[in-house]
């Protein structure tokens, strides 16, 4: 008997020692969401960016996305992006985005200053978050989008309307979130 004790009494220590470990590991990733999030919002501040509200997070319809993204002031927004590829198309340089919300993609005209610093900061580190200050131009859904599924007699190719939002304009600023 007082050897199941002693093992209940070990479990009982070490179920608690696992969750203060849990507590502290999350109490360090809220506040390095809390200082990556003061310093987005600081950064959209710096460029009179409008920051895009909960409005982003339901978007249906490419009317609602222009309604989140395209301001009537004209200012720019700020989101919060992964940069996924720099691309050159007929001698104009493009960063392209992915935004964590609605499958929203962005596709921005950058200057090559902009893409120097991009490259400068690592250009070994890829899908990197980023706080993006850009003007919006357009924003709508593709008309189709192309699906292929490879079948034991070759591929079945599907076309289907798109779920996924493409902005696209120019990029004012960037901003990487991932350095410390």
Request: aromatic share 8%; with cysteine; hydrophobic share 40%.
């Amino acid at each position: 008997m007082k050897r199941l004790w002693l093992f209940a009494l070990v479990g009982v220590f070490f179920s608690l020692v696992a969750l203060t470990s849990c507590r502290k590991k999350e109490s360090k990733e809220q506040r390095a969401e809390t200082d990556i999030q003061q310093k987005f919002a600081a950064f959209a501040a710096s460029h009179n960016a409008t920051v895009p509200d909960q409005r982003l997070t339901i978007m249906e319809y490419s009317i609602q996305a222009e309604n989140a993204l395209l301001t009537a002031d004209k200012h720019p927004v700020a989101l919060r992006a992964y940069l996924n590829d720099i691309v050159r198309r007929n001698g104009r340089v493009f960063l392209e985005f992915s935004a964590p919300v609605e499958d929203l993609y962005l596709t921005l005209e950058a200057t090559p200053e902009t893409v120097q610093q991009i490259l400068k900061e690592d250009p070994s580190r890829s899908f990197n978050e980023y706080a993006v200050v850009a003007e919006i131009e357009s924003v709508g859904k593709p008309t189709f989008q192309v699906a292929a599924e490879e079948t034991g007699d070759g591929p079945d190719v599907h076309l289907q309307s798109s779920s996924e939002f493409h902005a696209k304009g120019r990029c004012v600023a960037v901003l990487d979130l991932s350095v410390r």
